[in-house]
């Protein structure tokens, strides 16, 4: 996966180049704050995926947006105003990531799976994501399976939803097993990133103060077993 980071910020850009360099499965990472090079890199095939902000002065990333077609384009913003959220998906950007809700493990989780087809928005309120992304997630997956999915993107093991749901362990694995195959998913990081798209449960809370996913800096946890 060939990664071009599009910013104006060159702080934002090397952090994003610290992170993404190395890790399995991107094989370049790249980076500019000019949109006319954004465009020429693009266009030359040089990239697969874009990480795109929205507020540059020269040009905007909503601006700059259909000029990118060729590549999978992801936003990578502070910026999370709904109308902002909604046009950029509209006009094409297989995601929206605001700036830390996501811990760097997840967020390359996220990356991948919008190269692969996946819508994923991240760190925007439930209510903000395009209409049907959060119901259409949720309806997937049983009542049973969804408590357990809640927990795990709480960080829990599958141990500790054993005890706090009163079943066997054995039971929460197949639990995992069949929600990770209706999500389309490997891992439990990518199963809690694409969780993240249905937004807090409003159904009914699991133990004290739990109410499903929140999206924010250190959703994730730091498990990622297999399940």
């Known amino acids: ?28 990472v790249i980076d500019t704050g000019d949109p006319d090079e954004a465009v020429a890199h693009v266009r030359g095939g ?5 990480l795109l902000d929205v507020r540059m002065p020269r040009m905007s990333g909503l601006e700059l947006l259909p000029r990118l077609s060729g590549a999978t384009v992801v936003m990578l913003t502070h910026t999370d105003d709904p109308s902002t959220v909604s046009e950029a998906l509209a006009a094409g950007a297989a995601g929206y990531l605001v700036h ?33 992304t959060a119901p ?13 999915m809640d927990l795990v993107a709480d960080g829990l093991s599958n141990g500790e939803v054993a005890a706090l749901l009163f079943i066997s362990e054995k039971t929460v694995k197949n639990h995992v097993n069949s ?12 199963a809690i990133v694409r969780w993240l798209q249905s937004g807090p449960s ?26």
Do not use: W, Y
Request: aromatic share 0%.
């Open 100 to 132: 830390g809700a996501l811990e760097p493990r997840a967020m390359v989780d996220a990356i991948r799976l919008c190269r692969n087809g996946s819508q994923v928005v991240s760190g925007v309120s439930a209510g903000l994501t395009a209409p049907g």
């Open 179 to 190: 929600l990770f195959a209706k999500l389309g998913v490997t891992t439990r990081s990518q």
């Open 1 to 28: 996966m060939r990664i071009l980071a599009v910013d104006d910020n060159p702080i934002i850009r090397m952090g994003l180049r610290t992170l993404l360099d190395g890790t399995e499965g991107v094989t370049s």
């Open 46 to 50: 040089h990239v697969d995926v874009v």
């Open 136 to 148: 259409a997630v949720r309806a997937l997956l049983s009542p049973r399976e969804a408590e357990v």
């Open 202 to 227: 409003t159904d009914s809370a699991v133990g004290p103060g739990r109410t499903g996913p929140q999206v924010g800096p250190g959703t994730l946890g730091v498990r990622t077993a297999a399940p």
